[in-house]
């Protein structure tokens, strides 16, 4: 299997590829954007994903035309992004974005085994929500067999980020960076189960304004 | 030039094809993952954009790889992906995410007059930071000229949704949404000049924990 050629030309002191920074900046989030190709199209779809330190998983439903191809083992990419803050310089043509994003190709394969569809379903839970696996019920060998899980093995990457303030700067107008944080809301309980422990302590770890 | 069939076929509830609701989720957001093709392998990257009625704009040196190719007229996707919450069920499999995205498909062009690229980085201020337009300094022709601007026109569409609690509900565990929301953190300063008003409503109006 030929591995592709990972290009970062333009904006190079952005660019780097480090593996433990992957790891971190993958098991942060939740939320991708995968890219194929399908009929010579290209086509981008948000996603739900999970990692270790060897594949990305994503699942869906079997008879789903983008699981088929995403599983089929084209080659496809795989885009993970985080936004920090806005930067506003003096000049209109300078402001920009300070983010990290991971750029991920590989191809993916279907994960048969209902044992190893169960380990992705608990990699989701903790990765969403720490403490609920000892709260949830466990799915039967049938609902594992009713899900498509598909993983993807990290073949290249790249890693692009900007931090900081304006690169070019002046007084001549407020500088600066609004950062931009993601926070969770109150809990929107819908039975009669009081909330539990573990999404107290969630929400609260996540309502950071500083 | 031939238009692409957008076939949602899974989970078709969560489809739409409203054109409003496309302008609503596009013009509240700012970052999208465009995907293309470059010597048939698909990529996708992270990219600043805004977009008016008819056009998606973006922009980058024109020296870029990237940007050469989104603003070559080859077939592109465009995927705005807003994350609501993160739903739990009592089911491990049942858990879900509840979201809007668009996906736009169409084909790029370059702007070329300064007047128009000067619209353009108008657009994204005002999407940025309503009120910073008045207290900028504007480019000159020759900055606006060093900059590639792409403009993409809105040929074919989908909108993806969910909403609401677990589609199977049980009293076994809690059950219910954590909300999802971006906040605008503490301003940071980069020079000496006071935050101006306009900075702080902006902040002010993206802090809402409920």
């Known amino acids: 299997m030929d591995i592709r050629k990972v290009?970062?030309?333009r904006y190079s002191e952005r660019a780097s590829y480090d593996r433990d920074e992957l790891m971190k900046i993958l098991s942060r989030n939740f939320i991708c954007h995968v890219g194929?190709?399908?009929e010579g199209e290209p086509y981008v779809i948000p996603m739900l994903y999970v990692n270790d330190d060897q594949y990305i998983y994503m699942h869906g439903s079997p008879d789903s035309r983008l699981i088929k191809i995403i599983g089929g083992g084209s080659p496809i990419v795989i885009a993970v992004t985080e936004i920090h803050g806005i930067v506003l310089s003096s000049d209109l043509c300078n402001n920009s974005i300070n983010y990290a994003s991971v750029i991920v190709y590989g191809r993916g394969s279907f994960v048969n085994e209902p044992a190893e569809k169960l380990r992705v379903f608990q990699l989701i839970i903790n990765r969403l929500v720490p403490g609920r696996i000892g709260d949830t019920d466990l799915p039967t060998i049938d609902e594992l067999n009713s899900v498509a899980v598909v993983k993807v093995k990290i073949e290249d990457f790249a890693i692009k980020k900007r931090e900081g303030g304006p690169k070019i700067s002046s007084d001549k107008h407020w500088e600066g960076v609004i950062p931009i944080v993601i926070n969770y809301g109150?809990?929107?309980?819908?039975?009669?189960k009081p909330i539990?422990?573990?999404?107290?302590?969630?929400?609260?770890?996540h309502q950071q304004i500083t």
């Open 7 to 9: 290009k970062v030309v």
């Open 36 to 38: 194929f190709i399908d």
């Open 186 to 192: 109150k809990l929107i309980s819908m039975n009669n």
């Open 196 to 205: 539990p422990r573990y999404l107290m302590d969630l929400v609260m770890n």
